[in-house]
Each structure stands twice: as C-alpha cells, then as structure tokens.
C-alpha cells in the first residue's frame, strides 16, 4: 500500500505518520527546507507561529480541548508531539515550538516507511494521495486544485463572528426578514441613536491585529472589514451592515440601526453577524460587539478573521470523508478544506488518514458523529451551506443536547463526555486499534 501526501504541515504530518505505523508506504512532499512560503522561517516541519496556538487544554469545557482528547484517543501524532513538548501555561496546551517542530521532523525523517521529497509539487496527483498544502498554497498548484474544484477556490478568509444563540437577549432582538417577510432565518437587534454612536466610535478605536503584506493584498482588495467602513464616516454603517431599512417591530416601531444576525447552522443553535469581517483582536470583538444591545451577554462561538487563506468550497467539492466527490481517490486535508485553526487542521489530516487506509483496505468510510467535534467539523465541511466559510473548534457545531441544560459549565460538560463516549464507539467501528 502507497499514498502520496502534499505538504507536511500539521494536517500532512499527522496523516504520514498515522499511516506509516500501520504499513502505508508513504512518499511526502514539501518545498521545506529548501523554500520557504511567505508565512514560515523554521526548516522543520510542523511550525507553528506562536506558543499557545494549540489553544485550551481544557477537555470538558472548551471544545478545542475536547477535539485534542478525541484525536489522542484516535492515535494523534501530533497530539504526542504537543504533549512531549509542553510548557506550563495554565488552562492552555502551550509547546516549546522549536522542540515541537523538531520532533514531527526527526520522527518523519527516521520512520523507514516515510519517503520526504523536498519539491514544489504544481499538480495534484490524479492517483491516491491526501493533499495538505495549507493556506499558503504556492500558485501553480492554486491554479490546478481549483481547476479540479471547478473554479471553487478562495485566496482569503474574511469571517464574521458567530455567537450562540441562548446567550442573546431576547428582550432586546426578534426575528424576522426585511419588509415583514417573516421567517426565523435571521434575528434582528437593534440599537438607538445614542447605542449606534457610542458602538461606532469605540469600533474606530478598537486594537486591530498585525497583518503580513501578503494579507493585506490578497483581503482588502476582496473585503472591507467592519472597522475601516466605520472610519469613513459615523453614518456608513446605517447604510451598510446596520441599515434599518424595512425592519420593524411587533408595535410598528422603526429603528436607528440594526444588527441582523443569520443561522450559521441547521439546528439554529449558531448566528453569524451579517456583515462583520473584521481585522480586529479576539478581545476587542468581544468587548466592543458587545455593546450591541442584544449581544451584552453573548457568547462568541467563533470570532472574525481576515489572512490569507486559500480554501476550497468544500460542500459542493468534498464528501464527509474529506475525499474529492469527483475522485475519492484523493483526499484533503488542512486548513484548505475550511477547518480553522492548527488543533483542526491536524484532527482533519487525522480523519483524512484514517478514511484513506479504510480505501486502501476496500472499505467504506466511516464518518464519526456530529456528538463528536471530529464529526461536526466533517459535517461543516461537507453539509450544504451557500454561505461557507472555514471554520473552528466550538460547542456550537456539535449536536445539541438531549435534554436542556441552562448552565452551561455543566451543558458542555455534558456534551464532551457524550463526545467521549460516542469517540470510543467510532474507534471500536473501524476495527483499526485491535
């Protein structure tokens, strides 16, 4: 059994590995250490950009933990790494990046059945192979992946956040379209003339995050974030993302400025903030989207970002199994298939793997279930969606629970040993780790 995989980044690492130690013959593919993309300084693989980047350690409420135990219990390669290569940072999985990076390449590097090949691969491969090129993928190869996707490529990822629908006040929003069309697709909050000025102003002023050079090309000639409109004057917004126009309330009450907030999913269970691309740091979404009426307490499922992030339309191109509608033979794995983060572009390269091997053994795939956060994330990037944009990590995503749970301490507590228990089940499924 052979495989080639495109890219040893998190995704292409993790799939190599896992499938060299159950016999694959793996031939990997990388333009390091000879080259460089724009984004990357270290000759190892598997950089990082920052000591945190694995995020929380926290299994049972935080939902980036949750998917770190899940991939451990599927026999995580990176998961050991990080775990080898760990220092104290509180709730987080914080890692000496040097040593991490070093590790997945010395283990790459030594396992007898890993072939590295340091080339610029500029085609997909047309016979079994996991492409895992990342965000950065160099042009040629663009050009080849989205002539295959049938022109279904972005070169950047502007999302707006997402925030949890129980914690809204429903005192201060209702549903409904414009011009009284009804519906429960979208939830209106809106905010008077003195809340729009005062939220304007402190948008203006908000501490936005360092873009590279090759961002700002690629995003601002594609998106305007929130923030910039907003500096062109205090009225842009109310005739943009805030415009009141045809929204009205049960009494006929008009409005200065509203917020629509849109499903981001089939169970209503996660609104997206129509219009707020935004550049601006985690803490500064929440504090300042918060003024909001209706989001005061919110929780943010997922927050904005704008990089350059090269990613397929993968609910029109991919099936469950991260494999090519138009040819299972090719799987892909990593940020390009529209997962957020390193935790979920590694736990993609994982599942990409385990269903390759289920291939190369004449299995069917089997896909984990949206209980889990590796089954919601297979969901996301395979399920319907007009409206497709990467995304992480987040209880949102995963099945609501059974019965209702107002604290939600105890809510996600319950939805990770669900997820645990419902992992193990997949695991004994697939008849791998006997």
Not at 121 to 144: F, H, M, Q, W, Y
Request: hydrophobic fraction near 40%; aromatic fraction near 10%; glycine fraction near 8%.
């Amino acid at each position: 059994m052979r495989i080639d995989i495109i890219g040893a980044g998190l995704a292409g690492a993790e799939a190599a590995v896992w499938l060299a130690e159950r016999g694959v013959k793996v031939t990997l593919y990388d333009i390091k250490p000879d080259n460089f993309t724009p984004a990357h300084t270290d000759k190892n693989f598997g950089e990082l950009v920052c000591t945190n980047s694995l995020k929380s350690a926290d299994v049972y409420g935080n939902a980036c933990g949750l998917l770190k135990e899940e991939m451990r219990r599927l026999g995580s390669f990176v998961m050991e790494a990080a775990d080898k290569t760990r220092v104290p940072a509180g709730g987080a999985l914080a890692v000496e990046r040097e040593a991490f990076a070093r590790y997945i390449t010395e283990r790459i590097y030594s396992h007898p059945d890993i072939e590295v090949i340091c080339k610029e691969v500029e085609r997909v491969p047309r016979g079994r192979c996991i492409v895992a090129t990342g965000p950065l993928t160099t042009k040629p190869l663009s050009d080849d992946i989205q002539s295959i996707c049938g022109g279904q490529l972005h070169f950047y990822d502007a999302s707006a956040p997402i925030v949890s629908r129980d914690s809204l006040d429903f005192s201060k929003c209702f549903y409904g379209d414009r011009y009284g069309k009804g519906g429960d697709d979208y939830i209106n909050c809106p905010l008077d003339k003195e809340e729009y000025e005062n939220f304007v102003s402190a948008l203006i002023c908000a501490d936005k995050a360092v873009l590279h050079d090759f961002d700002k090309r690629e995003i601002f000639e594609g998106c305007m974030p929130v923030e910039v409109l907003a500096a062109r004057g205090e009225q842009s917004l109310r005739f943009a993302m805030l415009k009141p126009v045809g929204l009205t309330g049960a009494g006929g009450e008009k409005y200065y400025a509203v917020l629509q907030l849109r499903k981001e999913n089939a169970g209503g269970t996660a609104y997206n903030l129509v219009g707020f691309q935004t550049n601006l740091k985690f803490g500064e979404q929440k504090r300042v989207f918060s003024m909001i009426p209706a989001l005061n307490n919110a929780e943010f499922l997922r927050y904005g970002v704008m990089h350059r992030n090269t990613f397929i339309n993968s609910p029109l191109c991919l099936n469950a199994d991260f494999s090519l509608k138009s040819n299972e033979e090719v799987f892909f794995a990593g940020q390009i298939t529209g997962v957020e983060g390193y935790v979920e572009s590694a736990a993609s390269g994982l599942l990409a793997a385990i269903h390759c091997y289920r291939r190369l053994k004449g299995q069917q795939p089997v896909i984990p279930d949206d209980t889990t956060v590796s089954g919601a994330l297979s969901a996301h990037i395979s399920r319907p969606n007009e409206n497709f944009q990467p995304m992480n990590a987040n209880f949102g995503i995963l099945k609501p629970a059974e019965i209702r749970i107002r604290d939600k301490k105890q809510r996600y507590k319950y939805l990770a040993e669900r997820a645990l228990e419902s992992i193990e089940k997949y695991k004994r499924s697939l008849s791998i780790y006997d």
